[in-house]
């Protein structure tokens, strides 16, 4: 069984770092982009099995990158994480867009790995 494949996009190192470390020691292969542009980019040339993406973002916000992301790929797999602090609708866009499940930073890293977890399952 091949691992799955995940990518992590969000321009804060320290929370790519944390969600690679934490997503590897679990058993995924992970690539990284440092924002929406990027990562849409990373994924045209390669999709994964998840995309985990922050929401504020320079270049392209990951509500941008989410609707070309879904409307390009309609199967693409989308976890969407946001900063604390009135955010909660932006999330719910998210929602809208198509995440499949959406996260408050900060987040707790188990309750995000069940949900990878599940997202891969179904």
Same mark, same amino acid.
């Given at each position: 069984?091949?691992?799955?494949?995940?990518?992590?996009?969000?321009?804060?190192?320290?929370?790519?770092? *944390?969600? #690679?470390?934490? &997503?590897? /020691?679990?058993?995924?292969?992970?690539?990284? !982009?440092?924002?929406?542009?990027?990562? +849409?980019?990373?994924?045209?040339?390669?999709?994964?099995?998840?995309?985990?993406?922050?929401?504020?973002?320079?270049?392209?916000?990951?509500?941008?990158?989410?609707?070309? *992301?879904? #409307?390009?790929? &309609?199967? /693409?797999?989308?976890?969407?994480?946001?900063? !604390?602090?009135?955010?909660?609708?932006? +999330?719910?866009?998210?929602?809208?867009?198509?995440?499949?499940?959406?996260?408050?930073?900060?987040?707790?890293?188990?309750?995000?790995?069940?949900?990878?977890?599940?997202? *891969?399952?179904?």
């Amino acid at each position: 069984m091949t691992m799955a494949t995940i990518l992590i996009i969000d321009d804060e190192e320290s929370v790519r770092a *944390l969600l #690679r470390f934490a &997503l590897e /020691a679990a058993g995924y292969e992970v690539t990284e !982009a440092a924002n929406g542009r990027q990562g +849409l980019e990373e994924y045209r040339q390669r999709p994964t099995d998840l995309v985990i993406t922050d929401m504020l973002m320079p270049e392209l916000n990951g509500l941008d990158m989410l609707l070309d *992301l879904t #409307r390009e790929f &309609l199967h /693409a797999k989308v976890i969407a994480i946001s900063g !604390a602090g009135g955010e909660q609708n932006v +999330l719910d866009v998210a929602k809208l867009l198509g995440a499949r499940q959406t996260f408050q930073k900060p987040f707790s890293v188990p309750q995000l790995l069940d949900a990878v977890r599940y997202e *891969l399952e179904h």
